[in-house]
T-cell receptor, first 115, second 113 residues
Framework: KAGVTQTPRYLIKTRGQQVTLSCSPISGHRSVSWYQQTPGQGLQFLFEYFSETQRNKGNFPGRFSGRQFSNSRSEMNVSTLELGDSALYLC??????????????FGSGTQLSVL | GDSVTQMEGPVTLSEEAFLTINCTYTATGYPSLFWYVQYPGEGLQLLLKATKADDKGSNKGFEATYRKETTSFHLEKGSVQVSDSAVYFCALRLNTGGFKTIFGAGTRLFVKA
């Protein structure tokens, strides 16, 4: 069974541009969540989706947005990039969204560098 | 708000030493607690979990007990190996009108031969 797939693996953008990252969950998983990982802040929760609906959102500005498609694939978008957006963006999927003890399966991430 | 605090690293130990990585949390509800691990060059993966008070999660010689009275979930291993060198993340997951998982900042562990 294929794992969580994130594309692209690396991205270099300049300030002011926008970027779209993609995540394909494990087959059969219907919940997808996104995280920003930086050396100083660790992993910070961005948002979680289930059945094309955003169920929860972290404390990030409106420049960060996402969506989920009917096949459970998800995209996140960052507009008007800032230097501080440079980070590893991780996507995770899970099988049963209705439980707090649900295990997350992570992708390898997209490393975004903003110059 | 909901948060996870874990001890700062890096932690450097010799092989066969005892390991403790402290983790405490603040949560508005009744969360499940997790330890995830990120080995060099690999993705984040679940190490162990516990879902209610006094539950003990265990895997690969690591253990952690859900302590509701002290809001803690400390990770322990009796004898570390070089292969345990990694970054360890404590996390909680709860439902606040929508599910979310909150991670600590991570603790890097180096084990010397």
């Amino acid at each position: 069974k294929a794992g969580v797939t994130q594309t692209p693996r690396y991205l270099i953008k300049t300030r002011g541009q926008q970027v779209t990252l993609s995540c394909s969950p494990i087959s059969g998983h219907r919940s997808v969540s996104w995280y920003q990982q930086t050396p100083g802040q660790g992993l910070q929760f961005l948002f979680e989706y289930f059945s094309e609906t955003q169920r929860n959102k972290g404390n990030f500005p409106g420049r960060f947005s996402g969506r989920q498609f009917s096949n459970s694939r998800s995209e996140m978008n960052v507009s008007t990039l800032e230097l501080g957006d440079s980070a590893l963006y991780l996507c995770a999927s899970s099988l049963d969204p209705g439980a707090t003890n649900e295990k997350l399966f992570f992708g390898s991430g997209t490393q975004l560098s903003v110059l | 708000g909901d948060s996870v605090t874990q001890m700062e690293g890096p932690v450097t130990l010799s092989e066969e030493a005892f390991l403790t990585i402290n983790c405490t949390y603040t949560a508005t509800g009744y969360p499940s607690l997790f330890w995830y691990v990120q080995y060099p060059g690999e993705g984040l993966q679940l190490l162990l979990k516990a879902t209610k008070a006094d539950d003990k999660g265990s895997n690969k010689g690591f253990e952690a007990t859900y302590r509701k009275e002290t809001t803690s979930f400390h990770l322990e291993k009796g004898s570390v190996q070089v292969s345990d060198s990694a970054v360890y993340f404590c996390a909680l997951r709860l439902n606040t009108g929508g599910f979310k998982t909150i991670f600590g900042a991570g603790t890097r562990l180096f084990v010397k031969a």
